[in-house]
């Protein structure tokens, strides 16, 4: 699926940040990747039928974009 790719906007459909703004930081394999999303901006894994995907892609070097995609800090970002 090319929508399954690094810098991929998506936003959380399950779990505690349902509803929230997420982007693609590693794609694992065809089921799972490493997101980091508004709520817990924090690196971890996620499985990709937990996403629906947005046209939107974001550089990851970027911290600036990437803030300001996810709505928070740049200081808040960990990954």
Same mark, same amino acid.
């Given at each position: 699926?090319?929508? +399954?790719?690094?810098?991929? %906007?998506? *936003?959380?459909? #399950?779990? @505690?940040?349902?509803?929230? /703004? ?5 794609? +694992?394999?065809?089921?799972? %990747?490493? *997101?980091?999303? #508004?709520? @817990?901006?924090?690196?971890? /894994? ?34």
């Amino acid at each position: 699926m090319a929508l +399954i790719e690094e810098g991929r %906007v998506c *936003i959380k459909k #399950s779990g @505690r940040d349902a509803g929230s /703004k997420a982007v693609i930081t590693k794609v +694992i394999d065809g089921s799972f %990747v490493n *997101i980091i999303s #508004s709520v @817990r901006p924090k690196e971890r /894994k996620c499985n990709v039928q937990h996403l629906e995907f947005l046209s939107e892609k974001v550089s990851l070097s970027d911290k600036g974009q990437l803030a300001k995609v996810l709505e928070i800090d740049t200081a808040k970002l960990k990954a």
